[in-house]
């Protein structure tokens, strides 16, 4: 599976931005899917995670209410929607794959794609 993420950029306080994550292959829908995210001088951390079928999602603490993971099948597509964004919230944003069903751990995750950069100007 080869991810690419697309949508970061440079955003005001308080504003939105919505990132995408491509995957190819045909089993798409067989793969959980992370958001990941590192800030410059810190390790990487969990973001939000759904389920093959997107039925479950899973959010870090400190975007809950203000993220939303989604994705569409068909077009072999995971989304974050982030919201309300703060400072704190600049990072490489990283999208992952997973066989191991869904979860917030970087070793659960199998594959991994490139990272879109996600800036917040106070």
């Known amino acids: 599976v080869q991810l690419q993420a697309s949508g970061g950029g440079l955003v005001q306080a308080g504003g939105s931005l919505s990132l995408s994550c491509a995957a190819s292959?045909?089993?798409?829908?067989?793969?959980?899917m992370g958001w990941f995210r590192q800030a410059p001088g810190k390790e990487r951390e969990f973001v939000a995670a759904i389920s093959g079928d997107g039925g479950n999602t899973y959010y870090t603490d400190s975007v809950k209410g203000r993220f939303t993971i989604s994705r569409r099948n068909a077009r072999n597509t995971v989304y974050l929607q982030m919201n309300s964004l703060k400072p704190e919230d600049t990072a490489v944003y990283y999208c992952a794959a997973s066989t191991q069903g869904t979860n917030r751990y970087e070793r659960g995750y199998d594959y991994w794609g490139h990272g879109t950069q996600v800036t917040v100007s106070s």
């Open positions: 292959g045909r089993t798409f829908s067989t793969y959980a």
